[in-house]
């Protein structure tokens, strides 16, 4: 009997969709430094950056290794997105599977992020900012986005590879 082919919810591929496309833009902004700050070559296209840059230092600091290889996995997510897409286009029954683990890669990504801002795993002044209304719209709740979303896209598809594999095993008894 053939596997069940359980496609993406629409929200989950809005999602990957979405995650390409920010995802690209944000990395090339790190990548195409100093251009894309402002006064740069490219600043028109990466303009909200002007605001993050200030808040968010690690974007600012052209020697911060540590934003310079999450862009470099956020690139690797870009394809891993598209290859995703692919799968459920073409209905693969390792559509759900492999994007748990895909989202899984981009949530632990996000908090790894995010506690290099804790200490003692770095110092605090990579904020440039100790305003709470900046630091809650232009760091906590931009990057928190990509820690709910991704945990709400692992609860779904953990929810539906679960359903899978109970489909599987009752398939499988049944034929014995």
Not at 27 to 36: E, K, V
Not at 59 to 82: G, P
Not at 93 to 119: E, H
Request: charged share 15%.
């Amino acid at each position: 009997m053939a596997e069940e082919k359980t496609p993406l919810p629409g929200w989950v591929k809005a999602w990957l969709v979405s995650t390409a496309v920010i995802q690209t833009w944000d990395a090339s902004f790190i990548w195409l430094r100093p251009h894309t700050f402002p006064g740069g070559a490219l600043e028109l296209y990466w303009k909200p950056y002007s605001l993050y840059i200030d808040i968010d230092m690690r974007y600012k600091d052209m020697t911060d290794s540590f934003v310079m290889a999450v862009s470099l996995l956020n690139y690797v997510e870009v394809v891993l997105c598209l290859v995703l897409l692919y799968m459920n286009a073409k209905s693969s029954s390792r559509t759900v599977l492999a994007t748990l683990v895909v989202q899984t890669m981009t949530f632990w990504k996000t908090v790894l992020y995010l506690l290099m801002y804790v200490p003692p795993m770095s110092d605090v002044a990579m904020l440039g900012t100790s305003n709470w209304l900046e630091l809650l719209f232009l760091f906590i709740i931009p990057n928190g986005l990509w820690v709910l979303i991704p945990g709400a896209t692992m609860w779904e598809m953990w929810g539906r590879a679960a359903r899978q594999g109970g489909a599987q095993t009752t398939r499988g008894k049944k034929g014995k």
